[in-house]
């Protein structure tokens, strides 16, 4: 817990804290002290001093246009003040107080999305001054600028490569695994990260209009924009305050008597709204966290209990963010295990991604790879050598046509007919195999899907900044008829506010920095951190500390009985205040009882309202 939220509930518990302490003082005096006027001093001076800063946030609320709980428990500390009964009234201040900070403890952090991911910005770039390079402040680039991007620098702008070759990190951004290799010509958007080799380039924009800083300020309108949900405990003071004021106006038309007055309100303050709400959410959040859930406020609790539409992206959320090998495709006399297992000779020593994954499944497939020597790799394009005597090259068939001239014509009739994403294996100086890779759906993902469906999410649509083909490929195997390919972090969302606009409870879950504007943006998103977390989990409202799916679908099933539970408990509160409240306008319950019978309805509260932390 960070220390301003620890902050908040140490200032917020100060109040009930000093009720607490003014009836124990109270108490005290009346035991040890022989002038019985010791005690009602005490609570009678404590109750203007605590009382005074509550009715004045009620009043402040009031003339803002909010008619909350709290406006009953204000009219129940001004009666029992006039009245001089402020035994009654220091309860009232104990509950309302006690309450606002349970509140503020299940209210949980604010997101610092926008700090996180301007901390993560580069604040220098080297642009070439003369024969050399000048360490400038990134505010600095103008369009046209000749920058130096060395390996393992990010980029500081949209730009244009000029010069050089390297593999490019660009998984940040679009959420796709593989990196971009970049050569004279390739577009490259800043916050992409460099790989092996330094690249020239060419500004293309001002670092403040670049891809990266639209994403920070996404992520800050997005959250600038996001309506709070309305507490539950409002929705039904809205009818309850008033019925509390018309039955205090017709016990004192009926007997002309204030102190039964003070009695209605004293049992009718609305501590079940007040306290039924923050204990079940506590409770909730607790039990979340114990599925490795972490929620983050209780607004966010509440909406995972109404969300009916589900938005994933795609890789990293519904597939495992990795490619494997498919299949081997063999070309010529050497068996598919053969070829597979040649090629894991050259590429064990490459740290591409598909180079790992392309020995893990000759690893799986025909056991250690062979020794290769002479090893030569081109960053992002390809790598050869020689292994057992054979002469073995393993990458693009744009590379390979080029070290292999004679075959450039049969290598791009091949790369035609290829789909996907895939590498080729020259064995000898002949077309061997094709590797096709693809990204593995995660384990189970129709068996969530089919869990949100029965939590009652009526729609589930898929956004991906992958190609449009390769997202409706995924989508018809997993039944999802809704999606979009080929999304930039600004067209998710887009689609997440259109959603929400529509009266939408939406849930939106990623995993990468270019889903955190559209998690900001949906009523609930919900991060997985087994990729990272970071930016993604600080722009999200729930984080999943452990990298399953099915947690999605807990997390729902968590919020739906979190506020069930908390709605029963409001409604027997409120159903036991109503009969007190009748009885005590007929003149049975003088105002200290009331206060009394009123925390006994409130331990009852409690007690069913903390079923929501057990399992």
Known sequence: MSDGRWARIARASVEPLAALGVLALGLAARLFVVDDRITPSI???????????????????????????DVVAMLAILVAVIQLQPLAGLVIVLMQTGGEALERYAEGRASRAVRELEAAAPRIAHRQQGDGWDDIDVDAIAVGDRLLVRPGEMFPC???VLAGRSAVDTSRLTGEPVPVTAEVGTLLPSGALNGEGPLEVRALKPSAESLYARIVELVRSAQESKAPLQ???????VWFTPLTLLACAVAYLLSGDWLRVLSVLVVATPCPLIL???VAIIGGINRAARRMIIVRTGSALEGLSRVRVAVFDKTGTLTVGRPVVARVEALGTLSANDALRLAAGVEVGSAHLLASTLVDAARAATGAPPEATGVNEAPGRGIAGTVEGHDVAVGS???LAERYAARAAELTTLADRAEGLRAFVMVDGVPAAIVHYADAL????????????????????????????NAEKIA???GITEVRGDLLPQDKVTIVQELVARGEAVLMVGDGTNDAPALASATVGIALAGHGGGITAEAADAVLLVDELDRVADAIEIGQRTIRVARQSIGWGLGLSGVA????GAGYIPPTIGALVQEAIDVAVILNALRTSRA
Not at 581 to 584: E, F, G, I
């Open 43 to 69: 609570w009678f001076l404590g109750l203007v001093v605590l009382g005074a800063p509550v009715v004045w946030r009620t009043v402040r609320g009031m003339l803002r246009g909010e008619f909350a709980t």
């Open 158 to 160: 949209d730009a244009e």
């Open 231 to 237: 507490r539950l405990a409002d929705r039904y003071a």
């Open 276 to 278: 039924a709400t923050p």
């Open 397 to 399: 068939p744009r590379w």
């Open 442 to 469: 995660r384990p189970g993902v129709p068996q969530v899907l089919a869990r949100l469906r029965a939590l009652g999410v009526a729609r589930t649509l898929l956004l991906s900044g992958d190609h449009g083909p």
């Open 476 to 478: 018809r195997s997993l």
């Open 581 to 584: 409240m009748l009885v005590a």
